[in-house]
């Protein structure tokens, strides 16, 4: 009887996918040892139970109303002490990325 050698493929690097679902980027970060929320609590710690842009506060009630925009635009940049992100109220964080993807479109630049 003949031994055969396995051949051993090495890991291949992901590719970056440009519109991942909540549950793709909740795996992701899981993997990386923090969940979505991890990074969440941290910023709401951090930074305090306000909105950034407009300043308005919010209290235990209607913290659901806050979401974390990363300053740099990359998701998965989340450094510790809170210094890429910021407390946007989800009309601000609308409004945010909306205003970049105005300025693509005046551009003519429809890659988004």
Excluded at 52 to 71: Q, S, Y
Excluded at 84 to 112: A, I, P, Q, T
Aim: aromatic share 4%; net charge positive.
């Amino acid at each position: 009887m003949a031994i055969r050698a396995r051949k051993i493929r090495k890991p291949q690097p992901k590719k970056p996918a440009e519109n991942k679902t909540a549950a793709e980027i909740a795996r992701e970060l899981k993997e990386q040892g923090a969940s979505a929320s991890d990074y969440r609590e941290q910023s709401l710690k951090i930074h305090g139970l306000i909105c950034a842009k407009c300043g308005r506060e919010f209290d235990l009630k209607n913290r659901n109303l806050l979401t974390v925009h990363h300053k740099d635009g990359n998701r998965r940049n989340n450094p510790l002490n809170g210094s890429n992100w910021e407390n946007l109220c989800v009309y601000c964080h609308d409004d945010e990325h909306s205003r970049g993807m105005l300025g693509d479109f005046l551009k003519g630049d429809s890659r988004r």
